[in-house]
């Protein structure tokens, strides 16, 4: 069976992720910075389970990780996080461990990864992003553009890897019940209402990357803003985010 190894393992989707994958009799490598949580849930998944305690905010995290993993058949790049407020609040270090684990993690784990599965014409990767990519987001404006970047990275792969017995699927889930909401300090959001269960969501990106598929946005009224962000003009999309965000 196969090797996943699941980024931000320890609460949320990247849970809900790692028991879908523990189900089908995968081995696991699951990684995040909490300790005691990614050993009660590996206690929870089996034997099959390894804890790998690491921290994406550190630039020579992928390269640790990789040395001690070697080969993997599939990667969830589920890390990552955001702050509430506007940029000029925000701490420049804060702003900048964003980029480090949404943007440059996930892209220092895919390239170190892909060429492997490249060369064994064998290889699954899905990328968490957001609804939030298909937009801009004062307010949450420096998660949403690496949000972005993951989707625009992802569906790049997609392409540049048909054909290879790789496949690359991006996860573009919209308001989800996980902590993010916490640790962004945004509990109080509107669009966070009516969120969607992290089982679900992982539900829908687990099938589309066992079937291969390029992009899934979860729930019928994330898909239709997605899809209806691309036909209003761009100033009102800009100011539309900004008053569901910043109120």
């Known amino acids: 069976m196969a090797t996943t190894m699941i980024t931000g393992a320890s609460a949320g989707i990247g849970m809900e992720l790692a028991r879908l994958f523990a189900a089908r009799g995968d081995d ?71 980029v480090q684990v949404n943007i440059t993690a996930l892209t220092a784990l895919t390239c ?31 998660y949403c553009a690496t949000k972005a970047y993951v989707l625009s990275f992802s569906e790049g792969l997609y392409a540049e890897t048909r054909g290879t017995g790789v496949t690359v699927t991006c996860l573009c889930p919209g308001a989800t019940s996980t902590e993010f909401a916490e640790v962004a300090n945004f509990r109080n959001a509107i669009i966070f209402r009516n969120a ?8 829908q990106g687990y099938a589309a990357t066992l079937a291969g598929k390029r992009l899934v946005i979860t729930g019928l009224e ?10 209003v003009p761009r100033g009102l999309v800009v ?8 109120g």
């Open 196 to 203: 969607m269960s992290a089982a679900e969501v992982a539900r």
């Open 222 to 231: 994330n898909k239709a803003r997605a899809v209806g962000v691309r036909f």
């Open 28 to 98: 696991l490598i699951l990684v995040a910075r909490r300790a005691d949580r990614l050993e009660t849930l590996a206690a929870e998944l089996g034997p099959r389970a390894r804890v790998i305690v690491a921290d994406l905010a550190d630039p020579a995290t992928p390269e640790r990780l990789f040395a001690q993993t070697g080969a993997i058949d599939i990667l969830v790049n589920n890390a990552g996080f955001g702050a509430a407020g506007r940029v000029a609040e925000i701490s420049v270090g804060r702003q900048l461990e964003i």
């Open 112 to 142: 170190l990864y892909l060429p492997g599965m490249i060369e064994r014409k064998k290889g699954r990767i899905l990328n968490v992003a957001s609804t939030a990519a298909f937009q801009p987001g004062p307010g949450l404006n420096v």
């Open 239 to 246: 100011d539309l985010a900004r008053r569901l965000l910043l």
